[in-house]
Nanobody, 122 residues
Framework: QVQLVVSGGGSVQAGGSLRLSCAAS?????MAWFRQAQGKEREGVAA????????LYDDSVKGRFTISLDSVKNTLHLQMNSLKPEDTGMYFC??????????????????WGQGTHVTVSS
């Protein structure tokens, strides 16, 4: 059993920055950030493959968001810069302890942290 504790989020004006963190209590093969805007489906934002250090981003956040892992603290971070109103939503941290073919498949993740709100105003 892995517990994920999320911190960060909040409200910011367009062009601003926010940082999310997700502390994991145990081993994970892959950790990812998902977001869900009101009335929309949950979508993958970025993922970190712990075994290889591989990083994956959704095209909508490439060049603006940076995912990283503090291996000492076993904490996943998402630095979000140049935020846009369309980045608004509930952000979730997810993890899985075994291989995952597609990081975007939210239903394949075993563990989920609590969501945190991100609001970007224009």
């Amino acid at each position: 059993q892995v517990q994920l504790v999320v911190s960060g989020g909040g409200s910011v004006q367009a062009g601003g920055s926010l940082r999310l963190s997700c502390a994991a209590s145990g081993y994970t093969y892959v950790m990812a950030w998902f977001r869900q805007a009101q009335g929309k489906e949950r979508e993958g934002v970025a993922a970190f493959l712990n075994s290889t250090g591989g990083i994956l981003y959704d095209d909508s956040v490439k060049g603006r968001f940076t995912i990283s892992l503090d291996s000492v603290k076993n904490t996943l971070h998402l630095q979000m810069n140049s935020l846009k109103p369309e980045d608004t939503g509930m952000y979730f941290c997810a993890a899985r302890q075994t291989y995952l073919a597609s990081w975007r498949s939210s239903n394949r993740y075993t563990y989920w942290g609590q969501g945190t709100h991100v609001t970007v105003s224009s």
